[in-house]
DNA sequence: CATTTATTGTGTAAACTTTACGCAATATAA
DNA sequence: TTATATTGCGTAAAGTTTACACAATAAATG
């Protein structure tokens, strides 16, 4: 039985960037096939012997140039044996992250296209990519409640207001800036750089970063990252 | 690429059941190959054009002669190649849950042996079988907090105390019984019945159940379901 | 160059939730 | 009949979240 099976193993990625209150998907645009000339999502076979983190690193870097920044695996599509037309092909799709340094830096390789793409400007794409992405973006808002991966988003080094408007922006919710702050600086894992950023008028913020030693290190001693919100 | 590629694609499913203070995963005997006689996760190789899901509930029934409560796919595991040693093979786990009306009805289906085994004296399996127990227990663990999930552990019909004790022996903590109560019952997804049981000494308790239906209506009124723990 | 506008930084009181703990009610066991 | 086990309910203290106000410091404007 084993020897006759023939369902192929894909691994497809989701990668998000953020930058000036948009987030984004990057997509790469499919080069032979059935879908040729359309966009999808960065991803490919995996090869034999190849472990499946190691194919979607290849497959990101080959197909879009870039190293990404948190990766986690999603969820593996494989209940609908047709969702790919060319035969029986599961998917384990993975959850990435890039920050900003590495959003504009997408180098043509290998004559592949790559661009990100607003969040809320995604249309029809092929395969079950949307359902994907669907999955990918409700991980996100689940985990920015309680898991700090929203440093993963933003430069190393970030005014609070970026934070603060990563998470506005991403939950679609409004919620008091004062108590947010208060909130996230008592968790004790942000350090305060004596830096300051100047960006067209008002008072000029600190700059922060996030102490992810630190972080890991309250996370051994049964702390748990979690923010509530208002509104 | 594709033609040649010769990963495997494999199920396993992780079924914990829940009786008298233990927690139980269920394991079924090798009947073949270098393994033979000795204790696995039931599971097994993916049909072609069947999908994942009804992978995993063939399996069951074939191996155990069981019917789940609770599914949900937990994981797939393929980064380390050899993890089969009879070639490269990925598993997607799935982890399932069955109240006590399931715990004690195994039919040996086809010569096959299936058994529960107390979580705590589980020995070394083949594969990465350990490996596999070890993380679905982590989200056994995780989802007591933050989803209904031990009412499909328990009958349908329960006293209080069980849902207590049950959640006291799987996150081995101790907490007060009197706010456990209020809290759970705060939420007000339990219906309280009428009927009363009694065992051994102490007073006769209540029966409640877990009223899904409404659960769920309030799942979708942005409820969330969420119990934090003392001591 | 004084005033307006934008944005950051800090504080405090009220509402709500969690925690700690006492005791009456109702059964069986001795 | 008394001791023991277990259930059911209540209340005060501690902790957390929410709502809201105003001073500080810059650029933009006339």
Redesign the pocket.
């Known amino acids: 039985m084993s020897n006759t099976q023939k369902i192929k193993v894909a691994v497809d990625a989701i990668v998000f960037g953020y930058e000036s209150n948009q987030l984004f998907v990057l997509l790469i645009k499919q080069k032979y096939g059935k879908f040729k000339g359309q966009w999808v999502l960065p991803g490919g076979f995996v090869l034999n012997n190849e472990g499946l983190t190691n194919a979607v690193n290849r497959e990101l870097k080959e197909e879009a140039g870039i190293e990404v920044n948190y990766l986690e695996q999603l969820y593996t599509f494989g209940d609908d044996t047709k969702r790919d037309p060319r035969g029986h092909t599961i998917s384990v799709a993975y959850f990435a992250l890039v920050n900003p340094e590495n959003l504009n830096l997408i180098p043509d390789t290998d004559a592949s296209d790559a661009k990100w793409f607003p969040i809320d400007e995604i249309e029809k794409l092929p395969f079950d990519h949307n359902k994907i992405i669907d999955k990918a973006l409700e991980r996100l808002k689940a985990k920015l409640h309680y898991q700090p991966i929203g440093f993963d988003l933003l430069n190393k080094e970030f ?3 970026d934070l603060e408007q990563l998470y506005m922006c991403i939950l679609e919710k409004k919620f ?1 800036r ?2 947010f ?3 996230i600086l008592s968790l004790g894992f942000l350090n305060e750089s004596n830096k300051i950023q ?1 960006k ?7 700059l922060f970063s996030f102490d992810r030693k630190n972080y890991k290190a309250m996370e051994k001693q049964r702390f748990h990252f979690e923010i ?3 509104k």
């Open positions: 005014p609070f207001s008091d004062r108590n702050r208060k909130k100047k067209g008028s008002g008072r000029p913020a600190k509530k919100f208002v």
